[in-house]
C-alpha cells in the first residue's frame, strides 16, 4: 500500500479488538492506514507530537479510541485541524456511556465526529468518506461498499418473503 492516509490511535493495547474493525474496513477499501497506541493521560508529549504531525506525514484524518475518560479524541482535536473521528469503547462501570459523553461533548471549535459505542467500523467507513471527498476512485469504492450491504438486505428480505424469518 501506499503512504498512510488514515491514523488509527487508541489510548491502550486493549481497545485493539474494537478498533481493528476500522482497519478492516480500510483495507477492504485500499487505503492505507497506519495504527499506534498514546495515552491522552500515560503519553500526552507523545500524543500532542503525533497529531501536531499528522498532517505534515501525509494522513488526511485520525480515527480515535478510548474508554471511560476518554480523553484521546480531544487530544487529538486539539493538536491538529485534520478531522478526527472519536470511537468510544464499551466497557468499565458506565458500560461505555462515559466515553461516549466526553467524546462526544467538545468545545467550540474543536468538534470531534463520533460515532457509536465500539461503532470503529463506521470509523473506517467515515475517513473513507472523507478522502473521498478529494479522490474519486475511493468515492466508488464507498458507494459500491454500500451497495454491498444493500444487496445483502435485499438478499435477507427476499428470503424471509419466501422461507420466513430464521431465528437468530
Not at 500524543?47 to 497529531?51: G, I, L, M, P
Not at 472519536?86 to 466515553?99: E, H, I, K, M, S
Not at 461533548?105 to 474543536?110: A, K
Given at each position: 500500500?501506499?503512504?498512510?492516509?488514515?491514523g488509527i490511535v487508541m489510548g491502550s493495547d486493549s481497545d485493539y479488538s474494537v478498533l481493528k474493525a476500522a482497519g478492516d474496513v480500510l483495507s477492504e477499501l485500499g487505503i492505507a492506514f497506519e495504527i499506534t497506541v498514546c495515552s491522552a493521560h500515560?503519553?500526552?508529549a507523545r500524543?500532542?507530537?503525533?497529531?501536531g504531525t499528522a498532517e505534515a506525514r501525509g494522513l488526511k484524518t485520525v480515527i480515535c479510541a478510548a474508554g471511560m475518560a476518554a480523553h484521546l479524541a480531544g487530544a487529538a482535536a486539539a493538536n491538529t485541524a485534520?478531522?478526527?473521528i472519536?470511537?468510544?469503547?464499551?466497557?468499565?462501570?458506565?458500560?461505555?456511556?462515559?466515553?461516549l459523553l466526553s467524546t462526544v461533548?467538545?468545545?467550540?471549535?474543536?468538534p470531534v465526529a463520533t460515532v457509536a459505542i465500539n461503532g470503529a467500523r463506521n470509523?473506517?467507513?467515515l475517513a473513507a468518506q472523507i478522502i473521498a471527498v478529494g479522490d474519486p476512485a475511493v468515492g466508488a469504492k464507498v458507494k459500491a461498499l454500500r451497495k454491498k450491504g444493500e444487496e445483502k438486505v435485499n438478499a435477507i428480505a427476499a428470503d424471509w418473503a419466501k422461507n420466513g424469518p430464521k431465528a437468530p
Open positions: 500500500m501506499s503512504n498512510p492516509l488514515v500515560r503519553t500526552p500524543a500532542a507530537e503525533y497529531f485534520l478531522p478526527v472519536g470511537v468510544p469503547v464499551g466497557g468499565g462501570p458506565l458500560n461505555g456511556q462515559d466515553a461533548m467538545m468545545p467550540p471549535g474543536l470509523a473506517g467507513i
